[in-house]
């Protein structure tokens, strides 16, 4: 029976812990020391700040939780089971007194199967809903994808664990297969959750991206970035902020003339993520081009 490696990254905000511990990851030379070189690679490719303690941990195959490492603003916490594998979560700690654990927050899954990318799922705490009271301590919500052999294969919106807005499915070489109009709409958007911005080289996810003096939406502007325009993340500035319909940190960036700014993270891409604006932008084409109704 084929295992589902689902990569579980806790991040809990913490208010007591003070020190963090970042580095550039330096991968093994010899896979053989560690069963977290592909999964290592991909993280960093998503901006995660890996550190070299991290890096080095061999990932246990039976229920146990191998390692724990505190950080300035949250803690990693690796763990597996013989069911599903090894897995990690990022996790933001919130106080949602109408769930049952009131310190579970948003959370970001990372799952992998045999050594390939598989799903990132968003995952909130949701309070009742006065239609059918349901509330959920980690449902679905907003942006999430899917995987095939390794290929972006759907991009999906949900609220509530529904479906919502819109699905686009891909073909393996990345062109629009299908949009599916969804029964019900987004109440929240369909956002991402962004809770690292690592040193590294991005790219503008949208148009008109502001840099911004501080890490904050109310802060003075210092300019306007295009669409794909390089940029050099210097710093995760650990500051979260609601951007709606995101939800993430800022990066502290390094213009060209060497100004230093901060952009949202949603609006930073790196080279592991997705280019929802370009799918969204063939998707829209592909509804044009097929007569597209919302069926």
């Known amino acids: 029976m084929k295992t589902i490696v689902s990569f579980l990254i806790s991040l809990m905000l913490l208010s ?14 010899n896979p053989k020391d560690s069963t977290l070189i592909v999964e290592i690679q991909f993280l960093k490719n998503l901006g995660f700040p890996l550190s070299k303690e991290l890096e080095l ?8 939780r191998s390692y724990v490492e505190r950080r300035k603003s949250y803690k990693v916490m ?23 654990y009131p310190k579970r927050g948003r959370i970001k899954d990372i799952y992998f ?38 290929n ?19 073909t393996s070489a990345g062109e629009i297969q299908k949009v599916i109009k969804e029964k019900k709409t987004c109440k929240k958007g369909c956002g991402n959750l962004i809770f690292f911005r690592a040193p590294g080289s991005y790219k ?21 970035l295009n669409k794909d325009t390089p940029i050099e993340v210097i710093a995760d500035a650990e500051v979260y902020e609601e951007v709606f319909p995101h939800y993430g940190t800022w990066g502290k960036v390094k213009l060209d003339d060497g100004t ?36």
């Open 260 to 295: 230093e700014g901060y952009v949202y993270g949603a609006f930073l891409r790196a080279p592991a993520e997705p280019d929802v604006v370009a799918i969204r932008e063939k998707a829209e084409e592909w509804k044009k081009k097929n007569g597209w109704k919302g069926k």
């Open 113 to 150: 199967k045999n050594g390939k990318i598989l799903y990132i799922n968003n995952r909130e705490p949701i309070p009742p809903i006065l239609e059918d009271g349901r509330s959920f301590d980690d449902s679905l919500n907003g942006i999430n994808f899917r995987y095939n052999d390794g």
């Open 16 to 29: 007591c812990i003070s020190n963090s511990t970042k580095s550039e990851p330096v991968l093994l030379s």
């Open 57 to 64: 941990t061999v990932l246990p195959i039976h229920w146990e």
């Open 152 to 170: 972006l294969s759907e991009v999906a919106c949900y609220y509530h664990f529904d479906p919502c807005d819109e699905k686009i499915l891909l």
């Open 204 to 224: 503008i996810a949208d148009n008109k991206v502001r840099v911004r003096k501080e890490p904050s939406v109310k802060s003075e502007i210092i300019t306007e």
């Open 78 to 100: 690796i763990g597996a089971s013989d069911y599903k594998g090894t897995s990690f979560s990022l996790e933001i700690e919130d106080n949602n007194e109408y769930l049952k």
